[in-house]
């Protein structure tokens, strides 16, 4: 009795058992069915191992069990940072490159199809490009070309890359790291031409001085003299302002005399003291006119009867 009372405990509960397991498998095919999916990412789908379609952003539904996701595939612009590349330029020297590639994927099909491991064969195709540029280039023109580099490889890894659904926006040059005995020799070199520009800058430097100091020296020379020149001149000019006054009081002195109509005797006295003031008691001979000599003599000869005893 007691084994017909389970059996019929456990017969009657297998459909809830069975409505259990249903419920789990729909709540599982539902799990698989339903995709989310944000803006910056793209999901391949397949259908039987075979390309389906791309689901972008947005709500999605897939049959599970046939169709499934192939790929997860981000549309935002990667970063890769690649290790240092050993490469040989133009003229034999070996030195150790590392580039750093922006690059973005634009067709998610292509990039999880048309190769295997994109980002192994960007790695791989960046360091060849490398080498083949810089094997044209020699040691001074790759340390001081790096934007030729970048905008060289970033054409050609763009070229090649579009087939695989991404490109390349930008290529950068991280880094050149030479040999060290070439270091140190480019350090002596950059070390002898700053010597030479502080050398050169000296130089000019104290030639401006001296140029600076002949030029004040001149300057000065040329002022003195513009002053001492203006100075005679100035000197000059009262010189003949002073003498044309003179002139000119002589001239009335004289103008004046011709008003007053004065006598002949009179004239020649003037003309006396004139000659007197010429001499002006250091000349040791006095030549007269004779009309002088004859008013002399006869003033002496008035002098002489006005002095005689009028009682002899």
Request: without cysteine; aromatic residues 6%.
């Amino acid at each position: 009795m007691l084994k017909v009372f389970m059996l019929a405990s456990v017969t009657d509960a297998i459909p809830s058992i069975i409505l259990g397991i249903l419920i789990v498998f729909v709540l599982v095919v539902l799990a698989r069915s339903v995709r989310v999916i944000s803006q910056s990412d793209a999901y391949v789908v397949e259908r039987l191992g075979a390309y389906n379609r791309t689901l972008e952003k947005g709500l999605h539904f897939i049959i599970p069990f046939i169709e499934r996701v192939a790929n997860r595939v981000t549309l935002k612009e990667i970063v890769k940072d690649f290790p240092p590349q050993p490469v040989i330029t133009a003229d034999n020297v070996t030195m150790q490159i590392d580039t750093v590639v922006y690059f973005q994927i634009t067709d998610p099909k292509l990039y999880t199809y048309g190769v295997h491991n994109p980002i192994n064969a960007i790695e791989n195709l960046t360091a060849t490009t490398l080498r083949n540029i810089i094997g044209d280039l020699e040691l001074d023109q790759t340390l001081t070309s790096r934007d030729i580099i970048n905008t060289k490889m970033r054409s050609i890894l763009d070229e090649a890359t579009d087939p695989w659904g991404i490109r390349v926006s930008r290529v950068e040059v991280k880094n050149i790291l030479p040999p060290r005995d070439i270091q140190d020799a480019m350090e002596k070199q950059m070390r002898a031409e700053r010597e030479r520009r502080e050398a050169i800058l000296r130089a000019e430097g104290e030639k401006a001085s001296a140029v600076l100091v002949a030029e004040g020296r001149k300057e000065a020379v040329i002022l003195e003299a513009t002053a001492r020149k203006e100075a005679m001149i100035e000197e000059a000019i009262g010189q003949k302002e002073a003498m044309q006054k003179v002139y000119d009081a002589q001239v009335y002195g004289i103008e004046e005399i011709k008003k007053a109509f004065p006598s002949q005797e009179y004239l020649q006295l003037q003309a006396l003291e004139t000659m007197a003031k010429v001499a002006d008691g250091k000349a040791t001979k006095l030549v007269l006119p004779s009309e002088l000599t004859n008013l002399g003599s006869l003033l002496a000869a008035s002098k002489h009867i006005l002095s005689e005893d009028p009682t002899e």
